[in-house]
T-cell receptor, first 114, second 115 residues
Framework: DVKVTQSSRYLVKRTGEKVFLECVQDMDHENMFWYRQDPGLGLRLIYFSYDVKMKEKGDIPEGYSVSREKKERFSLILESASTNQTSMYLC?????????????FGQGTRLTVV | AQKVTQAQTEISVVEKEDVTLDCVYETRDTTYYLFWYKQPPSGELVFLIRRNSFDEQNEISGRYSWNFQKSTSSFNFTITASQVVDSAVYFCALSEVNTGNQFYFGTGTSLTVIP
C-alpha cells in the first residue's frame, strides 16, 4: 500500500517561530504536494514539487517555503508562524507517469499558532 | 474562477436514505480527470473513484454510484441506503492534462448520517 506519512498529527507553536512540517512517501512518486484545509474553503494548494529540488508555487504560497532534497521527503516551512496559519495541513504524493492517477494523502497535521 | 463547485455545504440524512452529492466542474481542456475523495473524522483523504473525460459510463460500486455527464459538466456521487459510517466530508477534484500535476478541489460536502 502507498503510504504518505506526516511527522505530526497535532502541533502547537508560538507566533514568530519557524515551523517545519515533514512528509515522507514510500512509493517513489515524483510529485508531492502541500495543501491547507480550512472550513468552507476546501483544500488549497500551497506548493508542489515534481522532482528533487524542484518546486512550484500553488495558490497560496505567501508565508511558506518548501524543501525537497530527497525524492521521498517534502518539507513545508513556515518561516515565521502567524495565527492566520492555524489550519490543517495535508501532504500528498502522486505518480507522474500516468496523468489520471490519484493522489495519496497523509493523515494531516493540525497546526495551532498561538 | 472556481474550477470545481460543490454547492452543498452540509447534508443530513437519516440512515438508509439515499443521498446524492453534487459536483460541477469547469475546464477548457478536452482531456481531464475527475475524482472523489472521502475524508472521515480521522482526517486522511481516502480515494474513492476517478474518471477520465472520455469515459462517460456511470459506475456502481456496492452502495456507491457515480453519474458523469459532460453535457452539464457534472460528476455526481450517490450513496444508496446510507449508513452512519458514511458520515464524512466528501471532496470532488479535477486534474487537467495541461496543468499536469495539480488537483483542483471543491470546497467539500459534509455528510451526516443520523441513526
Amino acid at each position: 500500500d502507498v503510504k504518505v506519512t506526516q511527522s505530526s498529527r497535532y502541533l502547537v507553536k508560538r507566533t514568530g517561530e519557524k515551523v517545519f512540517l515533514e512528509c515522507v512517501q514510500d512509493m517513489d512518486h515524483e510529485n508531492m504536494f502541500w495543501y491547507r484545509q480550512d472550513p468552507g474553503l476546501g483544500l488549497r494548494l500551497i506548493y508542489f514539487s515534481y522532482d528533487v529540488k524542484m518546486k512550484e508555487k500553488g495558490d497560496i504560497p505567501e508565508g511558506y517555503s518548501v524543501s525537497r532534497e530527497k525524492k521521498e521527503r517534502f518539507s513545508l516551512i513556515l518561516e515565521s508562524a502567524s495565527t492566520n496559519q492555524t489550519s490543517m495541513y495535508l501532504c500528498a504524493s502522486r505518480d507522474r507517469g500516468l496523468r489520471n492517477t490519484e493522489a495519496f494523502f497523509g493523515q494531516g497535521t493540525r497546526l495551532t499558532v498561538v | 474562477a472556481q474550477k470545481v463547485t460543490q454547492a452543498q455545504t452540509e447534508i443530513s440524512v437519516v440512515e438508509k436514505e439515499d443521498v446524492t452529492l453534487d459536483c460541477v466542474y469547469e475546464t477548457r481542456d478536452t482531456t481531464y480527470y475527475l475524482f472523489w475523495y472521502k475524508q472521515p473524522p480521522s482526517g486522511e483523504l481516502v480515494f474513492l473513484i476517478r474518471r477520465n473525460s472520455f469515459d462517460e459510463q456511470n459506475e456502481i460500486s456496492g452502495r456507491y454510484s457515480w453519474n458523469f455527464q459532460k453535457s452539464t459538466s457534472s460528476f455526481n456521487f450517490t450513496i444508496t441506503a446510507s449508513q452512519v459510517v458514511d458520515s464524512a466530508v466528501y471532496f470532488c477534484a479535477l486534474s487537467e492534462v495541461n496543468t499536469g500535476n495539480q488537483f483542483y478541489f471543491g470546497t467539500g460536502t459534509s455528510l451526516t448520517v443520523i441513526p
